[in-house]
């Protein structure tokens, strides 16, 4: 068994008086990819986006209860927020590539952690694309706007990007849901060929994807954490009924 | 039967609105560009107006307008840019905010000649600048801060969260995030916001002759001589010629020279605009 990387101990998370995510408690090992799954607004996102404090954004949340990285509090009082992120990069789920150049969407992270030299840059830059899949299709024209790429080319420039600053672990909500079926496969591919050096955790509707690429699957429902295991043994033997329902379309 | 010309007459009504503001704007240009044009010399543009010679000549008065328009820009951009930004992105009091933006709606619209009043008071008077360029171009950089406040909040709204979202998880401090994604993405609404105000300065007569004087005299061109000067702008000199002079032919000049004038500083913003906006885009 891997090493766990991320863990949840009755963390509870409120939206005002939404109660949107109650006494989880989960362990996220390393080099896995762990999906996500449940009816739409089960707090699949919710818990994604507690991982890298996303939800700070938004006015009037609450979060009780422990989520560690690599043993440290996440919610931590003196926990630099920016360096969290830096570590736990996110894919969202429609592609939202800035509207410069490829290669300056690219180059933004390690720019913004401080990185001027060119030459380290091209190469960060390269390297990046390389990993995303990407790299044959836009290496000649890099210096181009990045908003006339596909929708599909725009998310793994997306996956570039936040490959550059070099991150741990990289969560993915839904990000295949608004691309055709070829990108999904690509991104498909490309998740299950990087997490050798990642850790992946996706949000995904689409159970069949859950199947395909994950190694672990959590099941949410109604802000609860239902199931999680083994993705194989949960979609052949689940041990909750309501995960049974789930997984074999009786609702959601 | 009815439906189709209920549509006949709507698209109608509306085509006659567009025509006759399309219709109007070009024959007060044409017009004012047909009357003036003929009074434009070399001599028009390159001497100040000379009793002995019987001569009349405008460039103090270009040179003043281009001085009123830098500097009160100067003054305005800035500071509102940073204001909206503190509102739009910082502030977290809702009523404050709110506050502040229906004042400056309201500021945007009081007439100038109550703005006159504060550049005598606090400018010309208080801080001693008395009627100068430099007191009428600062009480004119107070008249225009709200429209490039308000602009600039607008602008800076419409910025998708998903940008924002997309700077922040690669674990970009808000700070950052603002200065290389959102402005970036605002400088056509601030832009606009400028050409409003620009607009707007160019056309103000009144706060100048309180507070920055009538001189049609020649003035030096170093920056520092021109602040401490009074002097008047095209549109004050346009105002002297017609109603104290009732010399129209010059007015006209004056005014075909102010509409050209404009439209190559809206041009040269949008262009500035544009090659600011590929500068930090890269
Ligand atoms: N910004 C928000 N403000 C208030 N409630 C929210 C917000 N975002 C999500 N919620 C609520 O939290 C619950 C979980 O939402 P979410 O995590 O987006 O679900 P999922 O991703 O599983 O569809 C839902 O009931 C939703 O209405
Ligand atoms: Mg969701």
């Known amino acids: 068994m891997a090493e766990t990387i991320l863990s949840a101990r009755n963390l509870d998370f409120y939206y005002g008086e939404t109660h949107a995510l109650k006494d ?3 362990d996220i090992p390393e080099h896995n990819i762990t999906a996500l799954i449940g009816p739409s607004g089960c707090g699949k996102s919710t818990f994604l986006r507690t991982i890298n404090r996303m939800n700070d954004l938004i006015e009037g949340v609450r979060v009780t209860g422990s989520l560690t990285y690599r043993g440290a509090e996440i919610y931590a009082p003196d926990r630099d927020v920016t360096e969290l992120r830096k570590n736990i990069g996110m894919v969202f789920q429609k592609p939202n590539p800035f509207p410069m150049s490829i290669y300056d969407n690219v180059a ?25 899949a990407i790299w044959d299709e836009v290496k000649d024209r890099l210096k181009k706007n990045a908003l006339g790429l596909s929708g599909g080319q725009q998310q ?3 996956i570039a990007r936040a490959l550059a600053v070099k991150p741990d672990v990289l969560l993915m909500d839904e990000s295949t849901s608004a691309l055709d079926p070829i990108s999904t496969s690509r991104i498909e591919d490309l998740a299950m060929e990087l997490k050798k050096d990642y850790t992946i955790v996706i949000v995904t509707h689409n159970m069949q994807q859950a199947v395909r690429i994950s190694d672990r699957t959590a099941f949410f429902l109604l802000g609860e954490l239902i199931e999680f295991g083994d993705t194989e043994k949960m979609f052949s033997q689940p041990e909750d009924r309501r995960t049974e329902d789930y997984i074999t379309g009786r609702f959601g | 039967m009815r439906r189709k010309l209920y549509e006949i007459v709507g698209r109608t009504l509306l085509y006659g609105c567009a025509a006759v503001t399309a219709g109007l704007l070009l024959f007060l240009a044409g017009y004012i560009l047909f009357r003036g044009i003929g009074g434009i010399s070399w001599r028009f543009l390159s001497t100040a107006e000379s009793v002995i010679h019987g001569t009349v000549g405008i460039l103090p008065a270009i040179k003043n307008t281009v001085f009123v328009i830098l500097v009160s820009l100067a003054a305005a951009l800035p500071l509102g840019v940073g204001a909206a930004v503190y509102l739009t992105e910082y502030a977290r009091n809702r009523r404050f905010v709110a506050a502040v933006e229906f004042a400056s709606e309201t500021l945007a619209g009081i007439p100038s000649i109550i703005y006159a009043l504060v550049g005598v008071i606090l400018f010309c008077t208080a801080l001693k600048l008395q009627k100068t360029l430099l007191a009428g171009s600062l009480t004119l950089a107070i008249m225009i801060l709200p429209t490039i406040i308000r602009s600039t909040q607008e602008s800076l709204k419409t910025v998708p969260v998903s940008y924002r979202e997309g700077a922040l998880g690669l674990g970009s401090g808000k ?6 994604v959102v402005l970036p993405s605002s400088i056509d609404g601030i832009v606009t916001g400028c050409i409003l105000a620009v607009g707007r300065v160019v056309g103000e007569s009144a706060v100048l002759m309180y507070t920055a004087g009538m001189s049609m005299a020649m003035q030096s061109f170093s920056i520092d001589r021109l602040a401490g000067a009074s002097g008047a702008t095209l549109t004050v000199a346009l105002y002297h010629y017609a109603k104290e002079n009732a010399d129209f032919a010059v007015a006209f000049s004056i005014a075909a020279i102010l509409l050209i004038l404009t439209v190559i500083i809206n041009f040269s913003a949008s262009f500035l605009g544009r090659k600011l906006k590929e500068l930090t885009y890269g």
């Open chain 1, 108 to 132: 933004y992270g390690p720019r913004t952690h401080g990185i001027r030299a060119k030459a380290k840059l091209d190469d960060i830059v390269e390297r990046s694309l390389r990993d995303a």
């Open chain 1, 156 to 158: 793994r420039l997306c």
């Open chain 2, 175 to 180: 700070w950052h995030m603002i200065r290389t």
């Open chain 1, 24 to 26: 989880i408690c989960l």
